[in-house]
């Protein structure tokens, strides 16, 4: 019984992980399409293009997977896999509903999740490395000084959360969650977002995929399903910052409406923060190296600081 | 005072609003584009127009129309005149391939022989096929739309004008010898 529950909750999570990812990435096509006044994909699948991805799933896998002749060949074939896994297992650990609708309850959730999200730059690095191309490295390096700058203030964010929940377990901190901690943590939300939406590498902090400068960054000599899995690593990146996001500060599953409905509120929650992903992509033009690292070190670390202590002065002055 | 960011807030705004407004996008194979009247898409020939006059093939800048005509010598109709003679029209062809969609053609034409048609869609795969010949010219006469009306604001054709000058001027005349007229019979007593 125990083992057929865990396979089912494993099971359940691979397969949001296979689809909620496409879901958004369809959605971007679509919101960033009609933003710009266009109409976005309209034939694959017939009905306004609803199997694009598919349909682009298909096509990278008919390409020839190419290894650059001087490329370090295993850590280049590795690096997607690393990308895209740690976004897999931080899944497992999101609660989604109430009494215990979760893939895998860590007690030590957030410490995990902060923890495992840091693997996922690792492929990106990676792949800068191996490449055997200079953008590649610039793109990985920059990777690198961007996940330095903003895993900070993110860390910060999230541990006022947990001091403000008492706990550092994913589901004990929504079921901490009261609707005044909204204004509460409106700072240490805003400071999370962006500086997950930082780590995405997502625009405007898309510096090192920017491709006036260096092509596709780390991702420059990758082609076919690699290139795919790099892509998909991103949307999964989206799918699971917006949802962490919607766990820490919106309050989760909470919502009008019986628990039994509480993944719901998740799922709607999450949704609504990915459309902002999108949303700011298409708004805003890409920020410059030195005003990213300005931004984090002297915009959002300040922030995070001043949320914290807020926290703990409201903290100590309610108990 | 500026807030700050409220710049940042414009621009999402921005996006926002253009979202739910209508896209711009034209799907055309689907959906025809809506040309206007006057589009340049193809050009026409009316050959019962055509004098064989040639203006049209010496004034294209790219010489793309081909022109043969012969002469026949029509029967004089009374014995004492001459006997006429008049082009016929042998080869009338317009090879697109060369053409740069100038207009002046069509400009030049003393007998409103060439029109505008806002067909577009005769792509080929052989170069040699956009070489349309007079046939084909006349067929493409039945897509050439009625011209637009005149802007209100425009000024009056000329003829029109010319038309209107001469029956006012007639109506002036009129209502002058009607006024003669009627103040004729008053004149004697005028000083009364």
């Known amino acids: 019984m125990n083992l057929i529950d865990t396979l089912l909750r494993c099971l359940g999570t691979l397969v949001a992980f296979l689809t909620l990812p496409l879901v958004i990435g369809q959605t971007e096509h679509k919101v960033m399409a009609h933003m710009q006044g266009r109409l976005g994909p309209m034939y694959a699948g017939g009905f306004h293009g609803w199997a694009q991805l598919v349909a682009d799933g298909v096509k990278f896998a008919q390409k020839e997977d190419i290894v650059p002749a001087g490329a370090d060949r295993r850590v280049f074939q590795l690096a997607p896999a690393v990308a895209l896994l740690p976004y897999l297992v931080v899944l497992l650990v999101i609660p989604v509903g109430p009494n215990g609708l979760v893939g895998q309850a860590v007690d030590a959730g957030l410490f995990f999740v902060l923890a495992v999200m840091g693997i996922g730059v690792l492929g990106s690095l990676m792949a800068g490395w191996a490449s055997a191309n200079k953008f590649s490295l610039l793109g990985g390096l920059r990777t690198a000084a961007q996940l330095m700058s903003y895993e900070l203030p993110m860390l910060l964010a999230a541990a006022s959360v947990a001091m403000a929940a008492g706990t550092v377990s994913l589901t004990g901190i929504v079921e901490g969650f009261h609707w005044w901690w909204l204004p509460w943590q409106a700072i240490g939300a805003f400071v999370f977002f962006t500086a997950g939406l930082a780590e995405l590498q997502r625009p405007p902090f898309d510096m090192p995929v920017a491709d006036s400068e260096i092509i596709f960054g780390a991702y420059t000599e990758y082609t076919g399903l690699r290139f795919a899995l790099f892509l998909l690593s991103e949307y999964a990146g989206i799918l699971v910052v917006s949802a962490l996001t919607a766990v820490l500060f919106l309050g989760g599953w909470h919502g009008p409406g019986p628990d039994s409905l509480g993944w719901l509120w998740t799922l709607l929650k999450t949704f609504a923060l990915a459309f902002v992903v999108i949303w700011l992509r298409v708004t805003y033009p890409r920020l410059r190296e030195d005003q990213l690292m300005k931004f984090a070190w002297t915009g959002l670390i300040p922030l995070a600081l001043l949320q914290l202590a807020l926290t703990g002065i409201i903290k100590v002055a309610i108990s | ?192």
């Open chain 2, 1 to 192: 005072m500026r807030i700050p960011g409220s710049g940042l807030a414009k621009g999402l705004a921005v996006t926002l609003r253009t979202m739910t407004k209508k896209t711009v996008t034209a799907q055309y194979p689907d959906v025809q584009p809506e040309l206007p009247p006057r589009t340049r898409g193809v050009i026409a020939l009316l050959e019962e127009n055509c004098t064989v006059c040639m203006l049209c093939a010496r004034e294209c800048p790219d010489w793309c129309i081909y022109i043969d005509s012969h002469k026949e010598t029509l029967p004089a109709a009374d014995p004492n005149a001459r006997a006429r003679t008049r082009n016929v029209l042998d080869r009338f062809a317009i090879d697109f391939s060369l053409c740069m969609y100038c207009g002046i053609c069509i400009e030049v034409c003393p007998f409103d022989a060439l029109f505008w048609s806002p067909e577009f869609e005769y792509a080929e795969t052989d170069i040699l096929e956009l070489t349309h010949e007079r046939d084909r010219l006349r067929e493409w006469m039945w897509t050439v739309p009625p011209p637009p009306a005149h802007d209100p604001a425009a000024e009056e054709p000329k003829e029109i004008g010319m038309a209107r000058k001469a029956a006012d001027k007639l109506a002036a005349a009129a209502a002058a010898a009607a006024d003669a007229a009627a103040q004729a019979p008053e004149a004697p007593g005028g000083d009364r």
